[in-house]
């Protein structure tokens, strides 16, 4: 990491309240940081565990399904939808988003470089919503959803992205998949808890791909299918 990363203080470009709490764009060097309440996110230094959670998805359906959908859960920073939509393998990409600052921020502020080619193709829908509150509500189905909202089942930012991983939450994941559709769900750290409420959720072949950082615990991706 440069030391100019480590030694400068950063800058605010955007911070705003909404029905959440607050969200902060920030510079840090050579970096964007999104911050949720005081609490850190995520940047843009690397983006690994976020274009895994895409691929494990994508690597798990049977190669035989035509054009899988995909459910973005959160926008971030914009590695998860950019690598979704550069692989031609996907079908409709929809990206769920609570956040109207991030979604701006990406439409024409800091963040557009990340985004620009993703957003403007045609696959890409992006739904101003809260994700649990869209599982509940929505008719759709999905191949795939990838969720990335918060910092995972044992630590969360916001009490409500808790029912996410919740028996609830996962129940209504598991409706919204397809027959042998793959729920992806970003965290941390890994929860052996969460696999175990996975398993309880009715899903199988549920297992974990870790992403070793530089320091601390590893990102993780847990993986689980719904039965066909």
């Known amino acids: 990491m440069p030391d100019s990363i480590l030694t400068e203080q950063p800058t605010v470009l955007d911070r705003r309240t909404g029905p959440y709490g607050e969200v902060v764009l920030r510079r840090?060097?050579?970096?964007?940081?999104?911050?949720?309440?005081?609490?850190?996110?995520?940047?843009?230094?690397?983006?690994?565990?976020?274009?895994?959670?895409?691929?494990?998805?994508?690597a798990e359906l049977p190669p035989e399904r035509p054009a899988p959908s995909v459910l973005i859960g959160g926008l971030g920073v914009g590695f998860s939808l950019a690598h979704a939509a550069a692989d031609p393998r996907w079908g409709r990409i929809t990206v769920i988003e609570r956040e109207r600052a991030v979604i701006d921020w990406h439409l024409d502020g800091p963040l557009r470089p990340l985004s620009a080619d993703a957003l403007a193709d045609p696959r890409t829908e992006i739904v101003e919503a809260d994700l649990v509150r869209h599982l509940h509500e929505t008719s759709r189905s999905y191949d795939a959803l990838c969720l990335d909202i918060d910092n995972g089942p044992d630590w969360t930012v916001t009490e409500d992205n808790d029912s996410l991983y919740s028996p609830a939450g996962l129940a209504a994941c598991r409706a919204r998949l397809t027959p042998g559709g793959v729920l992806a769900v970003w965290s941390a750290q890994p929860s052996a808890n969460f696999e175990g409420t996975l398993r309880n959720a009715g899903f199988r072949s549920v297992r974990t791909e870790e992403i070793p950082v530089v320091r601390g615990v590893p990102d993780v991706v847990h993986l689980a299918v719904r039965a066909a």
């Open 28 to 58: 840090h060097g050579d970096l964007l940081q999104i911050i949720a309440n005081g609490t850190f996110l995520m940047d843009t230094s690397d983006g690994r565990s976020e274009r895994l959670l895409i691929d494990a998805a994508l």
